[in-house]
Nanobody, 115 residues
Framework: QEKLVESGGGLVQPGGSLRLSCAASGMIFDVYIMDWYRQAPGKQRELVASISTSGKTTYASFVKGRFTISRDNDESAVYLQMNNLQFEDTALYLC?????????WGKGTLVTVSS
């Protein structure tokens, strides 16, 4: 079973916005960075954004300036605010937590950008 649960996906028009959430379904340990990945049909999974324990963020060039990754102060959840969505943003968005014991994954939440 997946340790992480994503939510917030759905159907949105080009130029619209969505806010994705990721939370642990149970206790997870020693997570030092959280990532959002996405995978479109027929494409490889790609890293979208990351946030470290210290709050440092990194972004893929194709979303920089449009997406913002953030977390709760207690690090219990991580979010991805997506603005000015485009057709090419359509994908399954997955949350990943990196730890010294391995990675935690969710099943993902589907984002569809369509007019």
């Amino acid at each position: 079973q997946e340790k992480l649960v994503e939510s917030g996906g759905g159907l949105v028009q080009p130029g619209g916005s969505l806010r994705l959430s990721c939370a642990a379904s149970g206790m997870i340990f020693d997570v030092y960075i959280m990532d959002w990945y996405r995978q479109a049909p027929g494409k490889q999974r790609e890293l979208v954004a990351s946030i470290s324990t210290s709050g440092k963020t990194t972004y893929a060039s194709f979303v920089k300036g449009r997406f913002t990754i953030s977390r709760d102060n207690d690090e219990s959840a991580v979010y991805l605010q997506m603005n000015n969505l485009q057709f090419e943003d359509t994908a399954l968005y997955l949350c990943n937590g990196r730890s010294h014991f391995g990675d935690y994954w969710g099943k993902g939440t589907l984002v569809t950008v369509s007019s």
